[in-house]
C-alpha cells in the first residue's frame, strides 16, 4: 500500500432501494485521494458527491466494492472499530457546524479528544485556535458566536484532533464570502503547513480553487479531475458537465 495515500474506493458501489425504485448513487468508483493533498468534489446536485464522501469517511455503508482509509479496509470494521476510526483519525466540518449548544466553544473543540479520553496538547490548541482567531471566544456558546466564529470552532475541532484527514462536506455553505475565504484558508494551511489531507464536497468554485485537486462526478461516475484548478477552469468544466 503506497504510504501517499490516505484514502481510496475500489469498485464503489452506493444504491439506494430495491426493485423498480433503486436509485444507483454511485457506479464502480475508483479514485485516490494522497495524503497531504486538498481535493475538491464537485458536481451537479444528485451526482453523488456527498454519497462519495459519506462512504469514504465510513459514514455510509457501500453496496460493493472497497473503501480504503490508509490500508485499513472500512468493510471489516464493525460498529464499534468504525466510530473508533472515525474518532481517531478522522475529523469533520460540516455545513451545519454541529456543535453541542451546552458546550462552550473550548469544550467543543476538545469533546472528541475528551471522548476519547486522550490528553489534549495545550500548545497545539493555543496555536490552532489563535491561528483561527478564537482566542477571545472560547468560553462563549455557540448561540453567542456569529456563523462564521461557529464554523472555525467547528475547524478548530477537527484541527486539534490531528486527524489523518479532514473531511469537509460543504463547509463554507452557510458563510459570507469573508467567513467563507477565511475557512478555505485555514484548510489549505493545514495541507500546507501541518501536513495534513483535506477532502471537501462543495458546489462553489471560488472554495474549490483553494484545492491541489478537483474531482467532477455525474450521474454517479467520475467524469473529470483538475489540478491546478482556478475559478474559470473550474466553471468551464462544470460548464461542459452540465451540457452532458
Known amino acids: ?23 444507483h448513487a454511485l457506479k464502480g468508483i ?6 497531504r493533498e486538498f481535493t475538491a468534489i464537485m458536481g451537479p446536485s444528485g451526482s453523488g458527491k456527498s454519497t462519495l464522501m459519506h462512504c469514504m469517511a465510513g459514514l455510509d455503508r457501500v453496496s460493493s466494492g472497497s473503501t480504503f482509509i490508509g490500508d485499513t479496509d472500512l468493510a471489516g470494521l464493525n460498529d464499534k472499530k ?3 476510526l472515525r474518532r481517531d483519525r478522522l475529523g469533520f466540518i460540516f455545513q451545519s457546524f454541529n456543535l453541542v449548544p451546552t458546550l462552550t466553544a473550548a ?11 486522550k490528553k489534549v496538547d495545550k500548545v497545539w490548541f493555543d496555536e490552532v485556535t489563535s491561528r483561527l482567531g478564537l482566542t477571545e471566544r472560547l468560553s462563549h456558546r455557540p448561540a453567542e458566536l456569529s456563523g ?13 484532533a490531528r486527524p489523518k484527514i479532514i473531511f469537509g462536506d460543504e463547509p463554507t455553505g452557510n458563510l459570507d ?14 495541507v500546507d503547513q501541518d501536513e495534513q489531507t ?4 462543495t458546489h462553489d468554485p471560488r472554495a474549490a480553487s483553494y484545492a491541489d485537486r478537483v474531482i467532477f462526478l455525474a450521474d454517479g461516475r467520475i467524469v473529470h479531475e483538475l489540478r491546478e484548478p482556478t475559478v ?3 466553471l468551464k468544466t462544470m460548464s461542459g458537465i452540465e451540457d452532458l
Not at 475508483?30 to 495524503?35: H, I, K, R, W
Not at 469544550?107 to 479520553?117: F, K, R, S, V, W
Open 1 to 23: 500500500m503506497n504510504s501517499s495515500v490516505a484514502a481510496r474506493a475500489v469498485n464503489l458501489e452506493k444504491k439506494y432501494g430495491s426493485g423498480d425504485t433503486t436509485v
Open 30 to 35: 475508483n479514485v485516490e485521494f494522497a495524503a
Open 82 to 84: 468504525m466510530t473508533t
Open 107 to 117: 469544550e467543543n473543540i476538545t469533546l472528541p479528544l475528551d471522548i476519547a479520553g
Open 148 to 160: 462564521g466564529q461557529q464554523q472555525r470552532v467547528a475547524c478548530a475541532r477537527a484541527l486539534v
Open 177 to 190: 464570502s469573508n467567513s467563507s475565504a477565511e475557512v478555505l484558508s485555514i484548510l489549505r494551511t493545514a
Open 198 to 201: 483535506v477532502v471537501i464536497v
Open 232 to 234: 474559470d477552469s473550474i
